[in-house]
């Protein structure tokens, strides 16, 4: 497996709120101001370090998923003389979903599986190449406690992202979305976090067209997953990771994200 999509459609609401003590560049904060996450300099664009991590890991293809209006992240990976991956675009017409999102590329992916992972979030490239040497479909669920350990994400966060129900054989059973703190104490250690990175076999293209918006109004990648388990006999292998996912959502995430990423070698 050696194809990854990316899902750089969202419309940073979170990012394009002020915060003043927030200390940004001129340049990060021309970015923070329209929501384009994925764009925002940490002396080059944040994908850069997402995208390098793939190819570090042995993905060699890669397809953003993006809006019509996103032409800088067009116009800058377009021009891009990449020696490791190709890239290739697939529009999202409209902001309707991460389930929308990945039907979005089904093109690119064809009959072969593929990665799906957020723009915003930074994962160890451990995590790609567990997946990408899965027999089946499958996700990484990363434990709670390396996400409280190693991550910028404030605990308060971390307590509400979705928990991952695990079989005894290691398949997901189902996500768990926003646990009470009741549903949080009594989960089975170790307790796993989804942090929406998959490996999907072509089902999935099945499975998001036979889903219908959640109670946000979107349609949304673990429905169609939970279709797909349901419905289409397909099964999701979770690959446990004693590793932290630096998450892009907001101004005061740049810095803390730098630091961390200070050092990191960028190879396209």
């Not at 080059?44 to 370090?49: C, I, S, T, V, W």
């Not at 996700?139 to 390396?146: D, N, Y």
Request: hydrophobic fraction near 45%; proline fraction near 5%; charge should be neutral.
């Amino acid at each position: 497996m050696d194809k990854a999509v990316i899902l750089a459609r969202g419309l940073g609401t979170r990012m394009r709120k002020a915060d003043d003590s927030a200390e940004l560049t001129h340049e990060q904060r021309k970015m923070a101001e329209v929501g384009v996450k994925a764009m925002i300099p940490i002396d080059r664009p944040f994908l850069d370090y997402v995208i390098s991590s793939l190819a570090d890991a042995g993905y060699k293809r890669v397809c953003l998923v993006i809006g019509p209006e996103h032409t800088a992240v067009r116009d800058y990976y377009g021009r891009l003389d990449c020696k490791r991956v190709t890239i290739d675009f697939a529009i999202q017409e409209k902001p309707l979903g991460t389930a929308d999102a990945v039907a979005a590329a089904e093109q690119f992916a064809a009959d072969d599986n593929f990665l799906v992972i957020n723009s915003d979030n930074y994962y160890p490239p451990e995590a790609f190449a567990t997946l990408g040497k899965l027999k089946s479909a499958g996700l990484a669920g990363f434990e709670r406690s390396a996400m409280l350990a190693g991550s910028n994400i404030e605990p308060e966060r971390i307590a509400k992202f979705a928990i991952i129900e695990i079989d005894d054989d290691g398949f997901m059973k189902h996500i768990l979305e926003k646990p009470t703190p009741q549903q949080l104490a009594a989960a089975k250690e170790p307790v796993c976090l989804s942090m929406n990175c998959w490996r999907f076999t072509k089902k999935i293209f099945e499975a998001c067209r036979h889903i219908k918006p959640s109670a946000r109004g979107e349609l949304e990648i673990p429905d169609a997953v939970q279709y797909a388990i349901n419905n289409l006999g397909e099964k999701f292998k979770v690959a446990v990771m004693k590793a932290a996912v630096l998450d892009m959502s907001s101004r005061k995430d740049v810095g803390p994200i730098a630091a961390k990423l200070k050092g990191t070698e960028v190879r396209l």
